[in-house]
């Protein structure tokens, strides 16, 4: 799940302790996407995303839509995604 960071930012320590139950990898990256910066959290079942997604809000996020070499950074979304469904 990708989340704007600067919610992240504010809401740190609440959504740590929201996710010690939840299948949450041991830590976050960051992409970024039009200028915002988002920080995405990975998760091992698809439950704890979507109750995450419920508390916290955020938008599901596929690896496969990262970018590479020097744009390793850059989130490929919508019309721009480098997969196609």
Do not use: Q
């Not at 010690?20 to 200028?35: G, I, K, N, Q, W």
């Not at 070499?69 to 989130?75: A, D, L, R």
Request: net charge positive; with cysteine.
């Amino acid at each position: 799940m990708a989340l704007p960071s600067e919610p992240v930012v504010a809401h740190h320590p609440e959504i740590v302790a929201f996710c010690r139950v939840l299948s949450v990898a041991p830590r976050t990256h960051s992409v970024r996407h039009a200028e915002c910066d988002y920080t995405v959290f990975c998760f091992s079942d698809a439950a704890d995303a979507v109750r995450f997604r419920e508390r916290w809000g955020g938008e599901p996020f596929d690896p496969r839509d990262k970018g590479k070499g020097n744009e390793w950074f850059k989130w490929r979304k919508g019309p721009s995604a480098s997969r196609r469904d």
